[in-house]
């Protein structure tokens, strides 16, 4: 029985308050309250804040109205967008355009496969081995194949793409770049919660996504060699924000 969908099932401006809060609001916290200064990079980063707090009330008073614009294009377009009562169609493939998709998958997956080999000795080895430019091309193999492994209707092409998505997120998590992670994973839970045939529960939802926070937030602490104490792992969980949120470009 096929599904109708539900533009209103879990609205996007969920999910963009919820940034707006984790990467400009957090920090400002942070600073203002000199949380985790005795942790790495956190001396230089208050330090940092401090300098640049005469900036701060400027940057506090911008954040409503930068989200106010956001609900306000959002608003105008789902009007519009709505009024027009658009149909939603799927990517049907034919068997010449599937055949392609396989080759392709299967090129994704040598790919990745073979940079993953070659660079597997610097994977989880800490920040000194950051390369931005192997980061990248992990990163858009990765998207490329999630978008393609929701569309793709043939088993075996669909298997290729998730085992290369699944390479790419697990070295791009051992380079330290976990966020990327966290696309894949919403994703397969709302896919799990709308449109897969499988009844999951939204209490099982929440725990496997803690779940997931849990493993992220302890392999970075692994990678840094860091205590496995609670408060130090909330700085790590925090630590992606403040250190390369928006109140950083202040400084």
């Known amino acids: 029985m096929s599904k109708k969908l539900n533009f209103f099932l879990i609205p996007h401006n969920i999910f963009m308050g919820i940034g707006f809060i984790f990467y400009l609001i957090i920090p400002v916290v942070?600073?203002?309250?000199?949380y985790f200064e005795?942790?790495?990079?956190?001396?230089k980063w208050h330090n940092d804040f401090s300098s640049a707090s005469k900036n701060i009330i400027v940057y506090?008073?911008?954040?409503?109205?930068?989200?106010?614009?956001?609900?306000?294009?959002?608003?105008l377009g789902a009007v519009r967008l709505f009024r027009q009562q658009p149909k939603i169609k799927l990517f049907i493939f034919n068997a010449k355009e599937n055949f392609m998709l396989y080759l392709i998958a299967c090129s994704a997956l040598i790919t990745s496969s073979l940079l993953f080999i070659?660079?597997?000795?610097i994977s989880f080895t800490g920040y000194d081995s950051y390369n931005t430019d192997l980061l990248g091309t992990f990163a858009t193999i990765s998207m490329f194949s999630l978008f393609f492994a929701y569309y793709s209707?043939?088993?075996s092409t669909k298997l290729l793409f998730v085992t290369t998505l699944f390479i790419c997120n697990i070295?791009?998590?051992g380079m330290g770049t976990r966020m990327y992670m966290t696309i894949p994973i919403?994703?397969?839970?709302?896919?799990?919660?709308y449109y897969s045939s499988f009844k999951v529960s939204i209490f099982k939802i929440s725990f496997y996504i803690l779940i997931s926070i849990l493993i992220l937030v302890t392999v970075a602490t692994w990678r840094i060699e860091g205590s496995y104490d609670f408060e130090f792992m909330i700085y790590i969980f925090f630590a992606e924000p403040t250190l390369h949120g928006g109140v950083y470009q202040l400084t």
């Open 30 to 34: 942070i600073g203002t309250f000199k």
């Open 60 to 75: 506090i008073t911008s954040i409503p109205f930068l989200f106010s614009f956001y609900l306000l294009g959002s608003k």
């Open 118 to 121: 070659n660079n597997l000795n």
């Open 153 to 155: 209707r043939v088993k």
């Open 186 to 193: 919403i994703s397969s839970m709302l896919y799990l919660i």
């Open 171 to 173: 070295f791009l998590l």
């Open 38 to 43: 005795a942790y790495p990079g956190m001396m």
